[in-house]
C-alpha cells in the first residue's frame, strides 16, 4: 500500500503547520487549526517525545491530523484549560472522515496498547463527537461521555445591534447607557486593535497590565497570550479592545473572529474601576463592532455558566468529553472498573434517596 492512501498513520513529534494549512478543512473551528495547535507547542507544551501526532496519508500531506499528548497510562487530547473545543485537522469531506478513521484504527492496533484515551472538550452535535466515540469502538475500547462545562452562545439571527440590544434585560441596558455617559464625561477612551505592528505591541502591554491588576489568577504561560495576539492579527482574527481612563488602561478583552463566529475569549478589568462598569461598556462596543461591522452570525463565551453570560447570550449548550478504556489491558481494565462501577454507585445512591421513606 502506498504512502499517499489515507489507511497510513504515521506518528511525529513536530507541527509543521504552514503544509498543514492547505489541507484543512477552511470551515473548521479555530481550536481545529493548525494555527491554534502549533501556538499551544511553541508557548505552553514542553518539548519532546509527549506530543504525539498522528497524521493519516502522505506525511508531507496528511488528510487527517489527530493531534494528542502521551501521558503514563494514557493518551490526552492535546488541549489545556486555553483550549475551549478539541478536535483534528483535517481535511473537509469524505477525505478527512477516511483518514480520522484510519487514525482510530491504528490507535487500537498500536503495540503496548494505550490503556485509556481522553478527548475533551468536545461539541457532541459536531461531526468529531461521533466519529470519534464510534472509532474508539472500533478499536476495542469501551467508551463513555462525561461533562466539560456549559457553552452560552448568542443566536444574531441577522439583527443589528441596536435590534439585538433591545432583547438585553433592562437592567443590563440602563446599567450601560449611564456608566458609558458617565465614562465618556470623564474622557474614557476605547479603542479596537486588529491589526500587526507597534500599536498591538503598546495594546498588548497595556492589555497584560489590566490582566496583572484585575482579580485573575496570573496566567502560567506569559507568552500564550502575546503569541495568540500577535497571530490573530497576521490572520485578521484579532479584536482588542482597551478602556482608557485617568491616563491608563482600565480594561481589555480579547475576541477572535473566525467563520462568522465571534469567540468572547479573554475579559479583565482593573479591580478599582469595578463600580464603573468599565467591563461591561467594553463588552457592549465590542459586540457592536462584531454584530454591525464583522457581521457576525453567532458570538460565543466559550467557556463556563457564569450567571453575566445569560444577559448577553441567547442559548446554552454543552461541551462533554470521551473517556476509552482498553480492556485487554491490566491498567485499562482497572480504571475501567473503577469508572463505570462510581457511576453505577452514584446511581443507586440517588435511587436509593428518592426512594427513602420520609423521617417521620
Not at 462568522?260 to 469595578?274: E, F, M, P
Request: hydrophobic residues 40%; contains cysteine.
Amino acid at each position: 500500500m502506498s504512502a499517499s492512501t489515507p489507511s497510513t498513520v504515521t506518528c511525529s513529534h513536530q507541527l509543521a503547520w504552514p503544509s498543514l494549512a492547505g489541507m484543512a478543512d477552511p470551515a473548521a473551528d479555530f481550536f481545529a487549526t493548525p494555527e491554534w495547535f502549533e501556538l499551544l507547542i511553541r508557548t505552553v507544551l514542553p518539548p519532546g517525545p509527549a506530543t504525539r501526532l498522528y497524521r493519516a496519508g502522505d506525511p508531507a500531506a496528511p488528510t487527517a491530523v489527530l493531534p494528542l499528548l502521551a501521558e503514563p497510562g494514557r493518551l490526552t487530547a492535546l488541549a489545556n484549560y486555553y483550549a475551549c473545543l478539541y478536535g483534528p485537522v483535517r481535511a473537509p469531506g469524505p477525505a478527512g472522515a477516511a483518514g480520522l478513521a484510519a487514525i482510530f484504527r491504528h490507535l487500537g492496533a498500536e503495540r503496548p496498547r494505550w490503556p485509556q484515551i481522553r478527548l475533551e472538550p468536545l461539541d457532541p452535535a459536531g461531526p468529531f463527537y461521533a466519529q470519534a466515540r464510534a472509532g474508539l469502538q472500533a478499536a476495542g475500547y469501551w467508551v463513555d461521555d462525561f461533562f466539560c462545562f456549559g457553552n452560552w452562545y448568542l443566536q444574531v439571527a441577522g439583527r443589528s445591534f441596536d435590534d439585538y440590544e433591545t432583547s438585553l434585560p433592562s437592567r443590563l441596558r440602563n446599567t450601560v447607557r449611564r456608566a458609558r455617559k458617565k465614562l465618556e464625561r470623564d474622557g474614557a477612551r476605547i479603542e479596537i486593535h486588529s491589526q500587526p505592528g507597534p500599536a498591538l505591541e503598546a495594546a498588548i502591554a497595556d492589555y497584560v497590565a489590566v490582566y496583572n491588576q484585575s482579580w485573575k489568577v496570573p496566567e502560567p504561560y506569559p507568552d500564550f497570550t502575546p503569541g495568540l495576539c500577535r497571530l490573530a492579527a497576521a490572520r485578521g482574527w484579532l479584536r482588542l479592545g482597551l478602556l482608557h481612563l485617568d491616563g491608563q488602561p482600565v480594561a481589555a478583552q480579547l475576541w477572535l473572529i473566525h467563520q462568522r463566529r465571534a469567540l468572547i475569549y479573554k475579559l479583565a478589568y482593573v479591580q478599582d474601576y469595578a463600580q464603573r462598569s468599565v467591563g461591561s461598556v467594553l463588552s457592549a462596543t465590542l459586540m457592536r463592532h462584531a454584530i454591525d461591522q464583522d457581521q457576525v452570525e453567532e458570538v460565543d463565551y466559550l467557556t463556563g455558566d457564569d450567571a453575566y453570560k445569560q444577559d448577553w447570550m441567547s442559548h446554552r449548550r454543552e461541551r462533554r468529553g470521551l473517556v476509552a478504556f482498553h480492556p485487554r489491558t491490566a491498567a485499562g481494565l482497572a480504571a475501567a472498573a473503577r469508572h463505570f462501577g462510581g457511576r453505577a454507585l452514584k446511581r443507586w445512591r440517588r435511587g436509593a434517596a428518592a426512594t427513602a421513606p420520609a423521617a417521620g
